[in-house]
């Protein structure tokens, strides 16, 4: 059993700034990429970042130059720094984390996906 934990969500002034973070415990032998969605009302989720294990990292084109994510392998986490933030970064944001349960799913390339409960941003005067 993989367990995800969010925190930071919260409300906002726009032009305001948050930092999300997402901790993983539980059965995991390695954690492959990690990454954040989001929901806003009446949306599909959609891609927000993505950090690779050896720390590539992408973005959503919505959100290049205002957020940041980074990842501490020691432990499990990863975060979203996010700034200058727009009432349409309003949604629920997620935290998505693949990982192995074990050597052999490790090296048959075989990551697991797991989803945090999600967290609320709401950006609004």
């Known amino acids: 059993q993989v367990r995800l934990v969010e925190s930071g969500g919260g409300l906002v002034q726009p032009g305001g700034s948050l930092t999300l973070s997402c901790a993983a415990s539980?059965?995991?032998?390695?954690?492959?990429?990690m990454g954040w969605y989001r929901q806003a009302p009446g949306k599909q989720r959609e891609f927000v970042a993505r950090?690779?294990?050896?720390?590539?990292?992408y973005y959503h084109d919505s959100v290049k130059g205002r957020v940041t994510i980074s990842r501490d392998n020691d432990k499990n986490t990863v975060s979203l720094q996010m700034s200058s933030l727009k009432p349409e970064d309003t949604a629920v944001y997620y935290c998505?984390?693949?990982?192995?349960?074990?050597?052999?799913?490790?090296?048959?390339?075989?990551?697991?996906?797991?989803w945090g409960q999600g967290t609320q941003v709401t950006v609004s005067s």
């Open positions: 998505n984390v693949g990982f192995f349960w074990d050597y052999s799913s490790f090296e048959a390339g075989s990551p697991t996906d797991s």
């Open positions: 539980g059965n995991i032998f390695r954690i492959n990429a």
């Open positions: 950090i690779t294990s050896d720390g590539s990292t």
